[in-house]
């Protein structure tokens, strides 16, 4: 079977996903068979890398495993559920801030009423008992209209304040969807976002795009030496460092299990290798200590590759070069930066292409 047509490619994947559900001893119920299939297709990054870990540390799945990959990962219901509650805590708002505003016209209404009356007392009466009586209902009605007013605005500050929480909350779920618990930079779907957003700006901006794909050296050699707790705390090592040698610019997210990919506008590749030298330099000063001993288990080293984007390239491409220009740096003898550029040609084809779509 040829993979040329995208249906046997399907059934591929397909099959993959049953003969490793048999394997790892699990039904193929239709959530089990849902999140094997998305491993094997590649289809939802964040899943995969999540899975990568769980078979490295245990081998294989088991119910619980593959029922929390599938909640965390494919179902809505925990985006649904938010997405109801908030919905719920806007209409409630909603309706105290309409009650108080329709109690508040009725009144309203009533108190102009009052001052027509009034308005047609002064007019008609010379009696000073009438207009002394007149005055003494309009300044009791003025009194429940001050009253009311302050209620009204007492009311919506609270509803202000109530509104402005569920927005709080909306924009933490979205902050928390996008970012990786682990390291606490960007996730797959969050670089995914800011590749498409920064290499538009790029192109209407007229300004120069790099990217490196950042790659921890002997990964996997580290945690079956030392565990994956010490192997969490080298990829939290190597992110928090990242972080604190790039600009406030720069976009920076977790790509797969040990690799990040850092986006660098307004960055020629010249440049961008300079700081891949920079970053590989700071984290070569830093180690790695077991918490509890104090024990040294020595440096981390990172082979990274370097790119700089072409207007109107696949934004995949872009990146694919990147990381094909890290596997350079692992050829070459790893803890280095190596970099890949479009040929002049190649630039040309894709202006050419461009220029025939416009």
Known sequence: MTMDDPKDQTAAWAQEAMERLKLDGLAPIPDNFAVYYSYFSGSN????????????????????????????????????????????????????????????TAETNQYGQTLNI??????????????????????????VMAEQNQRLHTQLALSTQQLSEVRYNLDQVKKDSLLDPLTEVGNRK???????????????????????????????????????????????????TLIENL????????????????????????????????????????????????ETLGTVTISIGATEYC?????????????????????????RVMSRVLSPEEIAAIQAKNAAKT
């Open 311 to 335: 207007p109107y390239e696949d934004p995949e491409a872009f990146v694919a070069r990147a990381d094909a220009a890290m596997y350079d740096a692992k050829q070459a003898g790893r803890n």
């Open 190 to 240: 969050y670089f995914e976002n800011e590749l498409a957003r920064i290499t538009l700006e790029a192109i209407e901006n007229e300004t120069p795009l790099a990217a490196l794909m950042v790659d921890i050296d002997h990964f996997k050699k580290f945690n079956d030496a030392y565990g994956h707790l010490i192997g969490d705390q080298v990829l939290r090592l190597v992110a928090h």
């Open 247 to 294: 600009k406030g610019r720069d976009v920076i997210a977790r790509y797969g299990g040990e690799e990040f990919v850092i986006l660098l506008p307004q960055t020629r590749v010249v440049d961008a290798e300079r700081v891949g030298n920079l970053l590989r330099t700071a984290l070569g000063t830093k180690q790695v200590r077991r918490k509890n001993t104090n």
């Open 45 to 104: 990054g964040n899943l995969k890398m999540a899975m990568d870990l769980l078979l490295d540390k245990f081998g294989k799945l088991d119910q619980a495993l593959c029922n929390n990959l599938f909640q965390a990962y494919l179902s809505l219901e925990a985006e649904h559920k938010v997405l109801d509650t908030t919905t719920t805590n806007i209409e409630d708002e909603l309706k105290r801030v309409m009650s108080v505003l329709s109690n508040t």
């Open 118 to 143: 009034f308005s047609g007392t002064l007019k008609s009466t010379v009696s000073l008992d009438q207009i002394r009586a007149a005055v003494t209902h309009v300044a009791s009605e003025t009194r």
